[in-house]
């Protein structure tokens, strides 16, 4: 059983900084790729960061030029680190690893339980 456990989220001001972090735990060859989605209730679920395992990234309009994503090989961990913070920007959110159970096999997908991110004055 493979599963992503987040943690990281909370309540911060705006214009203030959190970072996620996205561990993949259980029984695994090795995670391919890391992202990082968010929703708000009623709404749909909206991409903000991606990144494989060679290093090149991908970023939402929205969140470009404040938001970084990163991964620690070693700890099988993904990070999402938030900079100048918008209220716009409060939502759950989710990670998401595409992950390799077997050497030569395809990867599989998977989501974490999501973080509540709340930026308020």
């Known amino acids: 059983q493979v599963e992503l456990v987040e943690s990281g989220g909370g309540l911060v001001q705006p214009g203030g900084s959190l970072r996620l972090s996205c561990e993949v735990s259980?029984?695994?060859?090795?995670?391919?790729?890391v992202g990082w989605y968010r929703q708000v209730p009623g709404l749909q679920r909206e991409f903000v960061a991606a990144m494989v395992s060679g290093g090149g990234s991908n970023y939402g309009d929205s969140v470009k030029g404040r938001f970084a994503i990163s991964r620690d090989n070693a700890k099988n961990t993904g990070y999402l680190q938030m900079d100048n913070l918008k209220p716009e920007d409060t939502a759950v959110y989710y990670c998401?690893?595409?992950?390799?159970?077997?050497?030569?096999?395809?990867?599989?997908?998977?989501w974490g339980q999501g973080t509540q991110v709340t930026v308020s004055s």
């Open positions: 259980g029984k695994f060859y090795n995670v391919v790729s």
């Open positions: 998401h690893a595409s992950v390799r159970k077997n050497p030569g096999r395809p990867y599989d997908d998977y």
